[in-house]
């Protein structure tokens, strides 16, 4: 995907569908089109499907590239500064 194309989905929950077969449920948290590798940074909510590394998810928030996201499906479409069920105390990635 291009990151463009995942910027619209900013602070929202989804559905993310990675290249290695992963399935989880995460808050987008930032979107950097102009970054070149880990330009999406998400926080894990729930993990459906582990793909071949479980380990991964044990840290949270992740980042990624676009590249690696094969489908978002969003869930309810709400904006999120904190997402519900978010482990992280303070939204620290805001001071930035």
Do not use: C
């Not at 463009?4 to 449920?25: F, H, K």
């Not at 970054?35 to 459906?48: A, P, S, T």
């Not at 519900?84 to 930035?96: D, L």
């Amino acid at each position: 995907m291009e990151p463009v194309t995942i910027r619209t989905y900013e602070g929202q929950i989804v559905e993310l569908t990675l290249a290695d077969g992963a399935r989880i449920r995460a808050h987008v948290i930032s979107v950097d089109p102009d970054q070149l590798d880990n330009h999406v940074i998400y926080d894990v909510l729930e993990v459906r499907s582990p793909g071949p590394a479980p380990e991964r998810w044990k840290r949270t928030p992740l980042a990624t590239g676009a590249h690696r996201i094969v489908g978002i499906q969003p869930t309810d479409g709400q904006r999120y500064l904190k997402a519900p069920g978010s482990i992280i105390r303070k939204p620290w990635w805001r001071f930035w």
